[in-house]
């Protein structure tokens, strides 16, 4: 309507009445054309982001030699926790499936989400929790697993220090599609302090500070106004569900009111 409202404008500027129409129908016509494209354009980003996902989630569950029927189950939960219709779903599978294959390409396929994703921190953490539920969900992330995000990481410019983190919130997690397999409150309380990114020595302040600051950077809507996809919110809410669990473990133990 914009476009159609300028091109009427112009045309009676230069030609009147029968410019006035003119100029509103070329603007329409504009307008149109724009809609079109910019619909177009975010499909294939859509599709390019769903295939850079699940081919390295196919080749991440298959570098401990074997795809778990665990592995295969949470991949079916991110059909519908990330809400993909069927053609999506089909898309994704052939995705996952090319990923395990011998000959797979993991740097390109990182260098391709590199390039969708343009640095945007916020979406390539959630992009690297989604690889790490995945891998985790037979109970263990697998040394050789590990290595191969800590390279993912990397080349997103991330640090092994990021990865740990993600991996010691996903066990310090008790419920939802991330947990994977019991481990002992011991070990799940030392994973709340690394989830955190505080230790056991630090004072109930430091903590609440830690905990208010991981938060707020990971709230769904902070992260939509960055630039996050709507198809990712349920990530995020899900990592704010593991930042609260771990925050409760810890204030359990410490009895931090």
């Given at each position: 309507m914009l476009f159609a409202l300028i091109g009427a404008l112009v045309g009676a500027a230069f030609g009147g009445l029968a410019g006035f129409l003119v100029g509103g129908f070329i603007g329409y016509v504009a307008a149109a054309w724009l809609q079109q494209w910019v619909v177009g354009n975010l499909r294939v980003a859509q599709s390019n982001l769903l295939d850079a996902t699940?081919?390295?989630?196919?080749?991440?569950?298959?570098?401990?030699?074997?795809?778990?029927?665990?592995?295969?189950?949470?991949?079916?939960?991110?059909?519908?926790?990330?809400?993909?219709?069927?053609?999506?779903?089909?898309?994704?599978?052939?995705?996952?499936?090319?990923?395990?294959?011998?000959?797979?390409?993991?740097?390109?396929?990182?260098?391709?989400?590199?390039?969708?994703?343009?640095g945007r921190r916020p979406l390539i953490s959630l992009f690297l929790q989604l690889q790490c539920m995945a891998v985790a969900a037979d109970g263990r992330i697998d040394p050789a697993e590990h290595a191969m995000l800590v390279r993912?990481?990397?080349?997103?410019?991330?640090?092994?220090?990021?990865?740990?983190?993600?991996?010691?919130?996903?066990?310090?997690?008790?419920?939802?599609?991330?947990?994977?397999?019991?481990?002992?409150?011991?070990?799940?309380?030392?994973?709340?302090?690394?989830?955190?990114?505080?230790?056991?020595?630090?004072?109930?302040?430091?903590?609440?500070?830690?905990?208010?600051?991981?938060?707020?950077?990971?709230?769904?809507?902070?992260?939509?106004?960055?630039g996050l996809p709507e198809s990712m919110r349920a990530v995020a809410e899900e990592r704010s569900r593991e930042i609260n669990a771990a925050y409760d473990l810890i204030k359990e133990a410490r009895n931090i009111k």
């Open positions: 699940f081919t390295i989630m196919g080749a991440l569950s298959k570098a401990d030699g074997v795809v778990t029927r665990d592995e295969i189950n949470v991949v079916e939960q991110f059909f519908r926790m990330l809400k993909l219709n069927n053609d999506q779903k089909e898309q994704s599978k052939a995705a996952f499936d090319r990923g395990k294959q011998p000959d797979f390409d993991l740097d390109a396929a990182v260098d391709q989400f590199a390039e969708i994703s343009r993912i990481a990397n080349r997103l410019r991330l640090s092994e220090a990021d990865v740990a983190q993600l991996e010691a919130l996903l066990r310090a997690a008790t419920t939802g599609p991330s947990t994977g397999k019991a481990t002992r409150p011991k070990d799940r309380l030392a994973d709340a302090y690394t989830a955190l990114g505080v230790s056991p020595e630090s004072s109930p302040a430091e903590i609440k500070r830690a905990y208010r600051r991981l938060i707020s950077q990971n709230h769904p809507d902070k992260l939509a106004a960055r």
